[in-house]
């Protein structure tokens, strides 16, 4: 059944009124995403140096099957994000947004740190890709709970701006991205393969867990969100709610999701595109990344703060289709024309997409959602998108090629996808009165 319809005009529902005086103070931009920064500063680096990762925990005879076995661990770790976007949503909804997110950012430490000091196969044996698969799985269970607690305590502030605050959520993907491809451009740049190989893939796992307890103080004294004492009296648990009453915003907010999340794994399996099958230089590849990063970081905001103004749907849907129609000529563009250049444009272009897209798409997302169900809604239908949709692109796209035998298919991929994000849009824009 669907909930009361949102406006622009209107806050969501147990949120402050759009002309309350209440600021947004920068800690509480910085509290909610510095730990999605490093939970997707962490994505980003194991999907970068996943040719490392592969041969250090999953040696086999052909390069091409460490590649697909790391990415294979990749993708498993998304398959606990649903469970752990219950257990921690229904707590950021119960307990606050504000322990909801001190609780998620030391699970994330705690796999950092094993995937920074794990000893490779040939030390330890089986045990070595055992560890990385707990590692991903730990880190995978916090971060289900991560976005969910993060864009309420964002969206909650003032509902007159929640598109220019929910952005911020997605800004921190494309700062966690700069950050990734910067660590993959220089230590490429600097360090011969066979130190890569040792031991220099390790190094930003060590930087994230310098990240870690900067953000956990951070959390621990920032404000809780205004919404929470608002909110109407507990009747239950918010996981049978969500499950008895909130199906429709749980299939819109995953919907909407759909391209943005597959777009952002092509982008990170791009740099790897390039160097495993064009023959690209690493560290150029991976500069054509931090290209990408740069945009999310600094145009999101923009878009986020625009959608306040204009209406979402006019940016979002327009977008979408663009994203769509474009990414199969701009891969076969790069397989014909294989360069840096070539590779930096497409990313930038990708990238200014993906920006106009998901800059307004935390705030969509959340308000599919009652407040005292949304942290526990939008850690599921995320979470529950990303696995399906997100984790495993970068497997689906090195298997569609090593099938296929055609290196522009995942560009057909992304294009099928986009299809259910259009769907999704125009069915928020009819059932939620989404503008």
């Known amino acids: 059944?669907?909930?009361?319809?949102?406006?622009?005009?209107?806050?969501?529902?147990?949120?402050?009124?759009?002309?309350?005086?209440?600021?947004?103070?920068?800690?509480?931009?910085?509290?909610?995403t510095i730990g999605n920064t490093l939970e997707w500063f962490d994505?980003?680096?194991?999907?970068?140096?996943?040719?490392?990762?592969?041969?250090?925990?999953?040696?086999?005879?052909?390069?091409?099957?460490?590649?697909?076995?790391?990415f294979g661990v990749f993708?498993?770790?998304?398959?606990?994000?649903?469970?752990?976007?219950?257990?921690?949503?229904?707590?950021?909804?119960?307990?606050?947004?504000?322990?909801?997110?001190?609780?998620?950012?030391?699970?994330?430490?705690?796999?950092?740190?094993?995937i920074a000091f794990m000893p490779g196969y040939d030390t330890i044996g089986l045990a070595a890709p055992l560890g990385i698969i707990?590692?991903?799985?730990?880190?995978?269970?916090?971060?289900?709970?991560?976005?969910?607690?993060?864009?309420?305590?964002?969206?909650?502030?003032?509902?007159?701006?929640?598109?220019?605050?929910?952005?911020?959520?997605?800004?921190?993907?494309g700062l966690a991205t700069l950050l990734a491809a910067g660590f993959a451009a220089v230590l490429t740049g600097v360090l011969a393969e066979p130190a890569m190989m040792a031991w220099g893939w390790r190094v930003p796992f060590v930087f994230g867990l310098l990240v870690g307890p900067v953000g956990y103080v951070i959390r621990r004294y920032t404000d809780e969100s205004p919404a929470m004492a608002a909110r109407p009296e507990e009747k239950g648990s918010p996981?049978?709610?969500?499950?008895?009453?909130?199906?429709?915003?749980?299939?819109?907010a995953g919907g909407v999701l759909v391209v943005s999340t597959a777009l952002n794994f092509i982008l990170q399996y791009l740099p790897t595109f390039g160097i495993s099958e064009l023959g690209l230089a690493p560290s150029l590849s991976y500069w054509a990344l931090a290209i990408?990063?740069?945009?999310?970081?600094?145009?999101?905001?923009?878009?986020?703060?625009?959608?306040?103004?204009?209406?979402?749907?006019?940016i979002m849907l327009p977008?979408?289709?663009?994203?769509?129609?474009?990414?199969?000529?701009?891969?076969m563009w790069l397989i014909a024309a294989p360069s840096f250049a070539t590779l930096a444009i497409v990313m930038t272009i990708l990238g200014l997409l993906k920006a106009l897209y998901f800059g307004a798409l935390p705030s969509v997302m959340a308000d599919m959602f009652p407040v005292e169900s949304?942290?526990?809604?939008?850690?599921?239908?995320?979470?529950?998108?990303?696995?399906?949709?997100?984790?495993?692109?970068?497997?689906?796209?090195?298997?569609?090629?090593?099938?296929?035998?055609?290196?522009?298919?995942?560009?057909?991929?992304?294009?099928?996808?986009?299809?259910?994000?259009?769907?999704?849009?125009?069915?928020?824009?009819?059932?939620h009165g989404l503008r």
């Open 1 to 32: 059944m669907p909930t009361t319809p949102h406006t622009d005009s209107a806050p969501p529902p147990g949120g402050p009124a759009p002309g309350a005086p209440r600021t947004m103070p920068a800690r509480v931009v910085v509290a909610a």
């Open 374 to 431: 949304r942290a526990t809604g939008l850690s599921f239908s995320y979470n529950t998108t990303v696995a399906a949709f997100g984790g495993f692109t970068p497997t689906i796209a090195s298997a569609l090629i090593a099938t296929t035998g055609q290196q522009v298919s995942p560009g057909y991929y992304l294009f099928a996808v986009s299809f259910v994000s259009i769907a999704a849009l125009l069915g928020a824009v009819r059932w």
């Open 75 to 114: 993708g498993v770790s998304y398959l606990i994000r649903p469970l752990g976007g219950l257990v921690l949503g229904s707590y950021a909804d119960r307990r606050g947004r504000k322990k909801g997110l001190v609780l998620t950012i030391r699970l994330m430490v705690l796999g950092t740190a094993i």
């Open 134 to 173: 707990a590692a991903r799985l730990i880190q995978g269970f916090a971060a289900g709970g991560e976005f969910g607690a993060a864009t309420s305590l964002l969206v909650e502030q003032n509902g007159a701006r929640r598109g220019f605050l929910g952005s911020f959520q997605f800004a921190s993907q």
């Open 319 to 331: 977008s979408a289709v663009l994203i769509g129609l474009s990414v199969v000529p701009l891969f």
């Open 292 to 314: 990408t990063g740069a945009i999310l970081t600094f145009v999101t905001p923009f878009v986020g703060q625009a959608s306040d103004r204009f209406g979402r749907v006019r």
């Open 239 to 252: 996981i049978g709610g969500l499950f008895r009453r909130q199906w429709a915003g749980l299939l819109l």
């Open 43 to 70: 994505i980003a680096i194991y999907a970068l140096f996943a040719i490392y990762i592969g041969h250090n925990f999953f040696p086999a005879d052909d390069p091409g099957v460490e590649l697909v076995q790391a």
